[in-house]
């Protein structure tokens, strides 16, 4: 009980040092910007430890932090060949895969009226199936290797990706296509120099939203067959098992490496799209 009422204490004492720092006088700097998150985050592990330790949950049901960290250290080797698996071989170059068909799409449904009407409410419709439904028949289709994982992301980001870049490509006015003309830039002069560099914030918009959905979709599609290796083959087999602490180091890898995933494409985003309002400040 000690433990939990410690806990209780630690969340009202970091939660007040929290609101001192985002009221403060410095909470635009980056260091308060940082620490804001940070101070939570660690607010919510002691709380999870001291509350599971003092309540004594088993640890079939919630295992605490400190056992998950320890199983997490000494399965890094497993947890790197899942990773690779799963994220390198499956998301990433399903998700190279999806966003490029994707751009390169838009551009041709950009061109033709006629694509436009037909395809983007045909693409709204198989955005919508769900993944669990799609998995297992990319599986059959693919194999059980990470081509099939790859087919499932690609399918998942396709559509997405294609609505921002065509709402995009069609983001600079009238007036600035006219000055185009004006110029005697052709079709493409106009797509490079003035369309597609006008989309990139629609465009950084759905690589951003295809980073968490890309990984999302190789671990499902691993529960549906895979080889003896990757995030969602030790997900499911761990719990099986009943080994909850194995599952929330998976769970951990996975985290970290969406929110790395999505970090990197938001760096390169704020580089390419300076000039755009939403990267002021």
Request: aromatic share 12%.
């Amino acid at each position: 009980m000690n433990l939990v009422i410690g806990a209780l204490v630690f969340w009202g004492a970091a939660w007040w040092v929290n609101l001192r720092i985002a009221n403060g006088r410095g909470r635009d700097t980056r260091a308060a910007r940082l620490a804001v998150p940070v101070l939570f985050g660690l607010t919510l592990l002691v709380l999870w430890e001291g509350l599971v330790r003092g309540l004594n949950v088993p640890g079939v049901i919630l295992p605490p932090p400190s056992a998950i960290a320890t199983r997490f250290a000494a399965s890094l080797p497993i947890l790197w060949v899942d990773f690779v698996q799963t994220f390198v071989k499956g998301a990433l170059s399903g998700y190279v895969i999806g966003c490029g068909a994707a751009v390169a799409t838009a551009i041709i449904i950009d061109r033709s009226p006629f694509l436009q009407r037909g395809l983007l409410p045909v693409g709204n419709f198989i955005a919508a199936l769900p993944v669990i439904g799609i998995a297992p028949i990319l599986v059959m289709w693919f194999g059980f290797d990470w081509q099939s994982k790859a087919a499932v992301v690609v399918v998942m980001v396709f559509f997405p990706m294609l609505v921002n870049t065509v709402q995009g490509l069609a983001a600079s006015t009238a007036m600035q296509r006219d000055l185009m003309q004006t110029y005697s830039a052709n079709y493409w002069q106009t797509l490079l120099k003035l369309r597609l560099p006008a989309a990139m914030p629609f465009v950084f918009n759905g690589l951003k939203i295809s980073t968490t959905l890309a990984l999302i979709g190789a671990i499902v599609a691993e529960f549906f067959g895979s080889p003896i290796k990757g995030m969602g083959f030790r997900i499911s087999t761990e719990v099986g098992r009943l080994s909850l602490d194995m599952v929330w180091a998976e769970i951990a890898v996975a985290a970290l490496a969406g929110s790395a995933f999505y970090g990197l494409v938001a760096a390169i985003e704020k580089g390419v799209t300076f000039w755009h309002p939403s990267q002021r400040g």
